[in-house]
């Protein structure tokens, strides 16, 4: 699907990940793993752990969230 009924436009790699979705980009690092979206200039970053799980979500330098028990 490139596009749907709301007029939302999609556009896909070539391993088939959405890297625009909406109007969202996603870039992926070499694991597969979503490292950073932007929306309309506003940048988040995934921060992930050694193990590979996510640890944070940071909006430049500050935390938006951690995701850490």
Do not use: C, K
């Not at 929306?39 to 921060?47: F, K």
């Amino acid at each position: 699907m490139t596009q749907d009924n709301l007029g939302n436009t999609y556009a896909y790699d070539a391993y088939g990940r959405p890297i625009t979705a909406a109007g969202v980009q996603t870039t992926f690092d070499a694991f597969g793993r979503a490292l950073e979206l932007n929306h309309s200039g506003t940048y988040t970053q995934m921060v992930y752990s050694p193990s590979g799980w996510r640890h944070a979500i940071m909006n430049g330098a500050a935390l938006a969230r951690s995701l850490s028990s």
